[in-house]
C-alpha cells in the first residue's frame, strides 16, 4: 500500500477516536449532553467506514447516511452485516438533534448504548485494516 493511501487512512482514523471519546466526555460529567453524544458517536463510526472503504480503493458518495456506507462495505465484506442495525440507530443522530426541534432529545441510556455501539463498531473496523494505516 502506498505512503499517500496510508496517511489518508489515519486521517480519518485520528478523526474516528476523536469524536468517540467527545461522546464519552459528554456523557461524563455533572452536566450531560446526550444530544451532542449520539451525534459524535454517528461521526466516529462514519470516519471508521470512510476508512475502510479507502483502504478497500472504493469511492464512496458524500454522505451521512451510515446505511449506505455500511451497504458498500457489505458489498466488499459479508463480515459488515452484523451492523446493519447499528447502522439504522446511528444515522439519524447525524442530523435529528443537532438543531432545536419539536422532536424528543435522546435519553442519557440511548446516548450510552450509542457509546457502547459505536466503540465495537469501530473496533471491529480497525481490526480489518493493516497495522501501518492505525495511528
Known amino acids: 500500500m502506498d505512503n499517500e493511501k496510508i496517511n489518508e487512512i489515519k486521517r480519518w482514523l485520528v478523526k474516528s477516536p476523536h469524536d468517540l471519546n467527545s ?3 459528554l ?4 452536566e450531560k449532553y446526550p444530544d451532542i453524544s449520539v451525534y459524535h458517536c ?3 463510526v462514519e ?3 470512510k476508512a475502510y472503504l479507502i483502504y ?3 469511492v464512496f458518495e458524500k454522505t451521512h447516511n451510515l446505511v449506505a456506507l455500511l451497504s458498500d462495505c457489505i458489498n466488499l465484506d459479508s463480515r459488515f452485516e452484523q451492523w446493519r442495525n447499528v447502522a439504522l440507530i446511528l444515522t439519524p443522530y447525524a442530523t435529528d438533534f443537532r438543531y432545536p426541534r419539536e422532536s424528543m432529545e435522546p435519553t ?4 450510552q448504548e450509542a457509546i457502547i455501539m459505536t466503540k465495537a463498531i469501530v473496533d471491529f473496523i480497525i481490526k480489518l485494516l493493516p497495522d501501518e494505516a492505525i495511528p
Open 47 to 49: 470516519k471508521a467506514i
Open 108 to 111: 442519557k441510556e440511548e446516548a
Open 56 to 58: 478497500q480503493d472504493f
Open 27 to 30: 456523557m461524563e460529567g455533572d
Open 42 to 44: 454517528q461521526q466516529a
Open 23 to 25: 461522546a464519552i466526555i
